[in-house]
């Protein structure tokens, strides 16, 4: 994507007002199978509105849409906007696309899929979640913790939540968790009544330009929160803590959350047990123990950010929210076991960003402890991403005993000149690190299952298609064994 200006979307306006729900008319969405797409379409589709859309290809999120009654074709084609009064694009969909061509054309609403969101919110307690890193296991945790303290919120975030098998639900709670996606600034769409902001750290620099207009992105969006609510922010992060200052400095309410002794929530006594962590979260409130169905101290952070949002903005029971933590099913693709084969175990993990590569590998660490190995597959995304952040990569990576970089994962950007896996896999190498440059997936899984043995973690790390490795990881280690793969 190509911004006009640093920092802004040309193709949208995300300080418009929301178009209610009920003033849609019939919707079409444009790529719908995706899955943030077809969590909106569904959330419509639960409001009444008349939603149908297309995709390039059939999928099980297309035949689960299709079964509860909505519309979708494969293919892009014009004739599928007859009678459609609002079509909803995300900013993959190009301008050329033949459907937002004739939408546009046709003088027909044009939605970016985050208004939509905004518009199936309603009337409901708005929580936004942004953050460079933690922002989908954060609203994850805070949509598990409401759900266990009764109050049945409504949710979309940017994964499906393990025990429910899904990224979006309608709830009768009267209260609304959002992921807020700052990748092309449309987390200015949705007016929270509370926002969380995990950290603000450059990233998606292709849009953003510089970390100056990153942060000028996140100001507004804290600056966009509803008369009266709350900022919810992290203090050990620099970024964040500077927008808590900024905005107390302009009279807003604002609590932060960490280890730094001056947190308005503070995280004590933190205790890494493997796969799961302890922690005493204070406030002026009182103390409550925190213990947390997941592993690292990043995650720690994640659950001390849905508490506070839960007990002190939302105003909930902070022992059912606790009891919520401690019985946190997890994310796909956040740390998600794949499965284990003679005591070795396979995670995948959607990292992407020099940091939340950094978290990971240091979880994992925690995990195997002094008795096993971890051994990591990592994919990096996009070549500006790659070009920008290869020495964090490269650090963030250096913990684990084995790393084998794939390709790098273009996705919506053209190969750059000189910009490949070589830039991360050289300083590893300087440094002393165990680490090889794979041609693809064959010999990273070769390179690895060769080398596993018991206790040792397999982490699949990426944002592209590496998470299709797992299974053939599994394979291959099962072919080593008598036994077949114990699968998660």
């Known amino acids: 994507m190509a911004p006009g200006r640093l920092g802004v979307n040309p193709r949208f306006d995300f300080a418009a007002p929301t178009t209610p729900a009920s003033e849609l008319g019939a919707t079409h969405f444009v790529a719908i199978g995706g899955s943030g797409m077809s969590g909106i379409a569904q959330l419509l589709h639960d409001l009444g509105v008349e939603v149908s859309g297309c995709d390039g290809a059939a999928s099980p999120a297309v035949e689960r849409l299709r079964a509860a009654g909505m519309a979708v074709s494969i293919g892009h084609d014009p004739g599928h906007l007859d009678g459609v009064r609002t079509v909803v694009v995300s900013s993959a969909i190009p301008e050329t696309n033949a459907e937002l061509?004739?939408?546009?054309?046709?003088?027909?609403?044009?939605?970016?899929?985050?208004?939509?969101?905004?518009?199936?919110?309603?009337?409901?307690?708005?929580?936004?979640?942004?953050?460079?890193?933690?922002?989908?296991?954060?609203s994850a945790m805070l949509t598990a913790v409401l759900r266990a303290a009764g109050a049945d919120p409504s949710f979309a975030i940017g994964s499906e939540l393990a025990d429910l098998?899904?990224?979006s639900l309608r709830g009768t709670g009267g209260v609304f968790v959002a992921e807020a996606d700052e990748s092309d600034g449309s987390f200015l769409s949705y007016r929270p009544h509370v926002a969380v902001v995990t950290n603000v750290q450059p990233d998606h620099l292709d849009f953003y330009g510089d970390f100056a207009h990153v942060q000028q992105a996140y100001a507004a969006f804290a600056r966009s929160v509803e008369p009266g609510g709350w900022l919810i922010a992290a203090a050990d992060d620099p970024g964040s803590a500077a927008l808590a200052r900024l905005l107390r400095s302009e009279g807003r309410q604002v609590l932060t959350y960490g280890e730094d002794p001056a947190s308005d929530v503070r995280i004590e006594e933190v205790e890494l047990h493997g796969l799961t962590s302890t922690a005493r979260v204070v406030s002026d409130r009182g103390a409550v123990p925190l213990r947390v169905a997941a592993p690292g101290r990043h995650n720690?952070?994640?659950?001390?950010?849905?508490?506070?949002?839960g007990w002190l903005a939302l105003g909930r029971d902070p022992a059912q929210l606790t009891a919520g933590l401690a019985a946190f099913p997890g994310v796909h693709r956040r740390f998600e076991r794949k499965g284990e084969v003679d005591g070795i175990v396979v995670v995948d993990d959607y990292a992407h960003n020099a940091p939340k590569v950094t978290a990971l590998v240091a979880a994992a660490r925690a995990v195997v402890g002094a008795g096993g190995a971890v051994r990591v597959i990592f994919q990096p995304h996009l070549y500006s991403r790659t070009r920008d952040f290869a020495?964090?990569?490269?650090?963030?990576?250096?913990?684990?005993?084995q790393i084998v970089l794939l390709p790098v994962y273009g996705a919506r950007e053209t190969p750059m000149a000189g910009i490949d896996s070589h830039l991360i896999v050289e300083p590893l190498r300087d440094a002393g690190a165990d680490a090889t440059l794979a041609a693809g997936f064959d010999e990273a899984i070769d390179l690895v299952a060769s080398r596993a043995g018991p206790g040792d973690l397999l982490l699949t790390v990426g944002a592209g298609d590496v998470t299709r490795i797992g299974p053939r990881l599994l394979a291959a280690l099962a072919a080593r064994s008598h036994a077949g793969p114990d699968r998660a």
């Open 300 to 309: 720690v952070h994640n659950a001390a950010a849905a508490l506070a949002a």
């Open 391 to 401: 020495a964090g990569f490269a650090a963030g990576l250096q913990p684990a005993d």
């Open 101 to 138: 061509t004739a939408a546009r054309a046709g003088g027909l609403r044009v939605l970016h899929r985050a208004q939509a969101l905004a518009s199936a919110m309603g009337d409901d307690v708005r929580v936004a979640v942004a953050g460079a890193n933690g922002k989908t296991t954060t």
């Open 165 to 167: 098998g899904r990224n």
